[in-house]
């Protein structure tokens, strides 16, 4: 039996990955890992998820330049959540062109944008056909 094999994966072979930054402790994503994420992740020591809209796996900055270094894996106490301490290359980690994906706050009612956008998405991903 393999470390992967003491994740709990759900019944579509998934389970969720956080990404927090090593150096603040701010989470910075959530997304998803297969068993060949979580293996890539280990062997290339940067974050590989699987994408769920794509079907395929996706490493994290391989359009934006914005790759997630891993310094550190963790699992919960169920084993069926994942924890990864990375280095935030270029201080950016949602396609938004913010640090963190969680840049809203619920406040009186509603959703509050509270991190400003560091770069246009626009200058970060080619477009072109």
Known sequence: MSWVDDVKWDDDGLVPAIAQA??????LTLAWMNREALRATVA???????SRSRQCL?????QSGHIQQLKGL???CDSDAI???VEQVG???CHTGRESCFFRVYQNGQWVVTDEVLKDPADIYDHRP
């Open 22 to 27: 090593q150096t603040t402790g701010r989470v």
């Open 44 to 50: 290339e020591m940067r974050a590989v998820y699987w």
């Open 58 to 62: 996706w490493r994290k900055g391989e």
């Open 83 to 85: 924890l990864l301490l």
């Open 74 to 76: 963790h699992i919960d």
């Open 91 to 93: 201080g950016i980690a």
